[in-house]
């Protein structure tokens, strides 16, 4: 599976009066990361693969991350992403977020393909995720 | 054990492009929430009772959020939080979020009562929950 | 003119590592009290009156924050929001954010009523505002 | 003046349903530009200039955004930032975000460069900014 790494600057912004990550603001540096490793698959921005698979994104259905170590603004931090398995309309990504090689922070999720309802659109339904997307983000060896 | 409830209006600003709670988001609540309970339970603020039992915080060593269906800003969601059960120095606390009674997302927390180590006040220590936190949270029956 | 009055808790989650609140969220305070304000003049949540008025919205295009002192977690902060002034799609909304009494920050915006372009939906073109817009944020008397 | 120019991607999670930045995700990207003019002027992190210089940062006392015109998840924005003027203890900062060239957001901040109150570390104080400091950032050509 190809996997997306990407080194991401703890902000003063990030950080709570504890002086470390907020932890919420990992989940968006990792929902951020997932859509980098589909970018980065699909040769498109989010912009871009929205439109041309025509879908509304990707909602969370399931996601679970556990802290080993807090950081703090001024970490230079890496995220590693890549995609566990895919089943027809859902798949699991996976990742390792490192300070010098230590893992401080490890998240899993459960995503599921979406498109609008054409019979409603206020409504969002689960679509089969493109082959071609699949083929994309299974090649890919492993590089920074 | 006591059960906090409270109810929580989705924002504009909490959205995302598709016009839905954008995940992160529901963690800040989460995080409120717990912080809540713990103030109804000590009848003192977040702010307060760190003060009071000197402590930094219980920060998240693992956290899970289960998503069914999605919420929009203009909605009204209540928040039930408790907690599950208490370790020595860790503990489990357990949300529902619910959309007209039913439950968009749950959320399980592990989190651990934290302070400054002495030695190096760079790093941050586990500590025994106090006797008292523990029966303060015990105690209560379920109300909103 | 109306004005809506309401009270923010500021939460752990809103400070930075100096304790005090991340200044980019008292932004999201008065986005949200702006909405309030129209919310309450229409009688209608912000997503009942983008629906009822065919509109995508209010973007800002000019907005300035004065801070006096800043606020804690835990602070229970005031915020009066109301209209300046109406043209004729653009309007200038004041707020004042007080703890006990005292103002720690004042903000002005300047927003523009807008809608898609129905020429290029990716697109945003200013619209004039409905004068039943105007007629109920004019009349209302000052309250809680 | 020193100019520091850094690119941001815009992020889906940095926009509103209206499918555009909301507006005070840009003061967080001002305010890390604002960190990094100074972390590029003084060759330290934010972390480690507060240290070196013993303060706790430069609070916001007035800031003021324009807006020309949106933008959108996919974008990658450029943000000049410089300080137009130091006084003794406060100086002005000025950002330009920049589309393809042309303006969208336009920034001015004024910041007061502060202290913990030796008497009650509950307050926080102004103090003179270093000497050091303004010759550093008073230094530097224009480079990207």
């Known amino acids: 599976m190809l996997v997306n790494t990407r080194t991401v600057r703890i902000e003063w912004g990030d950080c709570d009066p504890a002086g470390i990550v907020y932890y919420p603001r990992y989940f968006e540096m ?17 912009r871009q693969y929205l439109a041309a698979f025509d879908f509304i994104g990707f909602p969370m259905v399931d996601t679970r991350a556990r802290f080993s170590f807090p950081t703090r603004y001024g970490d230079d931090v890496v995220i590693e992403t890549t995609v566990k398995e895919f089943r027809r309309s859902s798949f699991d990504v996976h990742h390792r977020l490192l300070k010098d090689g230590a893992m401080a922070v490890e998240a899993f999720e459960t995503r599921v393909w979406s498109a609008r309802d054409p019979s409603d659109p206020d409504k969002i339904k689960s679509r089969p995720i493109p082959e071609q997307v699949i083929a994309r983000l299974s090649a890919g060896g492993r590089e920074a």
Do not use: C, I
């Open 30 to 46: 990792f929902d951020t990361s997932t859509a980098y490793l589909f970018e980065r698959a699909l040769g498109m921005t989010k």
